[in-house]
């Protein structure tokens, strides 16, 4: 038996889209959601919020030359409905809004449509924007923009945002002052008095449950009464800032489930999108997939429902780039273009023969310097993983001028191709075999860590048992918990980490963070590590190397570099065989020390971490 057709309702306030699975009410012309009619619920999205306040897009603006990342908040409500597309097979709706100077200061500058598509047989929707700014509209930034979903917290309990991430949740309720505690910071709450007692001394914060985009593919919420769960599928990431590392927000306490397409969370100032004036932009972001299932057999335990929600997910990533998008802005495959070629690793200390990139990340971003696709923002970005003899297919991508960039777990450093590629509609181009070069100046004398931007492999304490999220006891992902900062003043009262090559041990003697100490007036202070080494013989006429890849989820930098080493080496020269030497690294301003040095004392391959734990 076929399914039911897509009908559409347009009223004056509000217009409904149905195909006999699921309604969605939209509010007219504004392009809020504001109800989704499922599995005999009469709205699965918060009936007590303001309909405002249910589904949205949304995103944070300022004025060129403003400081900081807290701008106008601006949830995008449209200004004119149009069907776009209305048969039985398939409902486009735009609700869209056109900028004019008379709105300078006002609104941001941009032309905003909001599409939304329900198809038939199809159980949830999907939605997509594309925003636009004219050459000749004024300079302004974006900090963030997402979509958002506030879900019934009378219903949906459960998360899911991975198979080794979910958990029942506290109340939204638990947040407020009677019942929770502020911490550090706003966003991190310590749940005193929860309505449900088994939370107490847990505690709450949203951006524990971050994630990487290139992991970031399904994730959502599960009612047990009735059975259904909500789920925000996201089948690419080409339309996302910062390239497959950058940590980005999921679900949370609400009950939430987000869509992030920008943000400058984990990175601050140096991720906003800054636009000058006479600049030219435009870009669509998603589409993304709103999925809504429920139970077949009853009796069924409700975590089916995440592994459905992931089979679905791979669904959504075959038909990817969708089909179905009515707009000429985005790119159906027949008119995209694809890249392959084998990615090999010249490095004579490690073999005579080049290596194959086995699990190398290799991706197409728009043109720019090493490493500069972790600060990408404007344009979209395609990336893929390398099999086990360094060959790779990018498939997919939107028509053109990109630079190929690439990394390899277990080397130092950034690969980029000298010339670039521009993708026609259509066009299959084979790079043939791109030979990348690590940085290396002689052999490793001791390497602290992996360089796999990552610090899974130094010691992570355990948090204070205060400030426990159950979630991330015994984890792999413990470093999520929250105040593990503070826990370096306590293993280091009196003295900063001192680490001995050849007798310390990285996954237990080196803090998985470089942090600030924090001192009994509740004031912060630098934290300067040292790195006790010896050697055998010196060549005092020598460039020795120390070369650092620092794996941060903040773009910051390592400040204040000192090595106590040169005036030692001087004494071996003179009447000693063997060099006692101490680097020290320190999180504080950058000094002149820094500079004398650098070029001075870099040993091959050292990796430190600095991952800030303040929010934004």
């Known amino acids: 038996m076929s399914s039911p057709g897509v009908q559409l309702q347009v009223e004056d306030q ?14 007219n012309p504004d392009g809020l959601v504001t109800g989704i009619q499922y599995n005999g619920v009469d709205n699965l999205l918060e009936v007590l919020n303001n309909e405002t306040e249910r589904g949205y897009w949304d995103l944070v603006w300022s004025v060129a030359g403003s400081a900081g990342t807290k701008g106008i908040f601006d949830r995008m409500e449209g200004t004119k409905f149009e069907v776009i597309v209305e048969n039985e097979e398939q409902v486009e709706l735009s609700f869209s809004r056109t900028w004019d100077t008379s709105l300078e200061g006002k609104l941001v500058p941009l032309n905003i449509d909001k599409r939304f598509v329900l198809l038939r047989g199809c159980s949830g929707f999907y939605s997509y924007a594309i925003y636009e700014h004219l050459e000749e509209w004024p300079a302004f930034n974006i900090d963030n923009t997402r979509i958002a979903f506030k879900l019934r917290k009378d219903k949906f309990h459960y998360m899911a945002i991975a198979d080794n991430r979910q958990r029942f949740m506290p109340l939204p309720d638990d947040r407020l002052p009677d019942r929770g505690q502020v911490l550090a910071y706003p966003e991190a709450v310590l749940l005193v008095n929860p ?6 001394g847990e505690v709450d914060d949203k951006y524990q449950y971050a994630r990487e985009n290139k992991d970031n593919r399904v994730h959502g919420w599960i009612s047990n009464d009735p059975p259904v769960g909500f789920w925000q599928i996201t089948a690419s990431d080409e339309f996302r800032s910062g390239g497959p590392l950058k940590q980005i927000l999921t679900s949370h306490v609400g009950p939430t489930t ?17 636009f000058g004036a006479n600049e030219a932009w435009k870009k669509v972001f998603g589409p993304i997939f709103i999925y809504l299932n429920t139970l077949t057999t009853e009796g069924d335990d409700p975590i089916l429902l995440w592994e459905n929600a992931k089979k679905q997910m791979i669904n959504e990533v075959q038909s990817w780039p969708y089909d179905f998008p009515a707009s000429n802005d985005f790119q159906s495959s027949d008119q995209r273009g694809n890249v392959s070629g084998r990615l090999l690793i010249q490095d004579r200390y490690v073999s005579e023969e080049c290596i194959p990139g086995d699990g190398a990340f290799v991706g197409l971003a728009p043109l720019g310097d090493i490493g500069s696709w972790q600060r990408e923002c404007k344009g979209y970005q395609f990336w893929t993983r390398a099999d086990k003899d360094g060959y790779f297919s990018i498939n997919d991508i939107r028509t053109g001028d990109y630079n190929l960039y690439a990394w390899v777990p277990g080397f130092i450093g950034d690969y980029k191709y000298e010339a670039a590629f521009n993708i026609t509609s259509g066009c299959n181009i084979d790079a043939g075999n791109l030979v990348y070069e690590p940085p290396r100046d002689g052999p490793t004398l001791w390497e602290i860590g992996i360089p796999d931007r990552t610090a899974a492999e130094f010691y992570v304490p355990d948090p204070n048992p205060k400030y426990i999220n159950k979630l991330y006891v015994n984890h792999p992902d413990r470093f999520r918990q929250y105040g593990l900062w503070e826990r370096y003043a306590e293993l280091y009262p009196d003295g900063d980490l001192v680490y001995t090559i050849g007798t310390s041990n990285y996954t237990k003697d080196w803090f998985f ?13 630098g934290t300067t590590w040292q790195i006790k080494f010896k050697l055998e013989s010196v060549d005092g006429s020598g460039t020795y190397k120390l070369r650092l890849a620092l794996a941060t989820a903040h773009a910051s930098e390592l400040q204040g570099f000192t090595t106590y080493a040169e005036r030692r080496i001087v004494e071996a020269v003179q009447g000693e065989d063997r060099a006692t030497m101490n680097i020290g690294i320190g999180w504080r301003g950058l000094n002149e020390e820094m500079e004398r040095f650098k070029d001075r004392m870099e040993f091959t391959k050292l990796k430190t971490n600095q991952e800030r734990t303040e929010p934004h």
Do not use: C, W
């Open 14 to 27: 509000q217009v409904v889209m149905d195909n006999g699975i699921l309604q969605v009410t939209l509010s």
């Open 513 to 525: 963070a470089q942090v600030t100490r924090k001192k009994d007036d509740n004031t912060y202070e």
């Open 258 to 274: 987000l869509a992030i397409f920008h943000s400058v969370h984990y990175s601050g100032e140096d991720l906003i999108l800054k």
């Open 195 to 200: 309505v449900e007692p088994e939370f107490k």
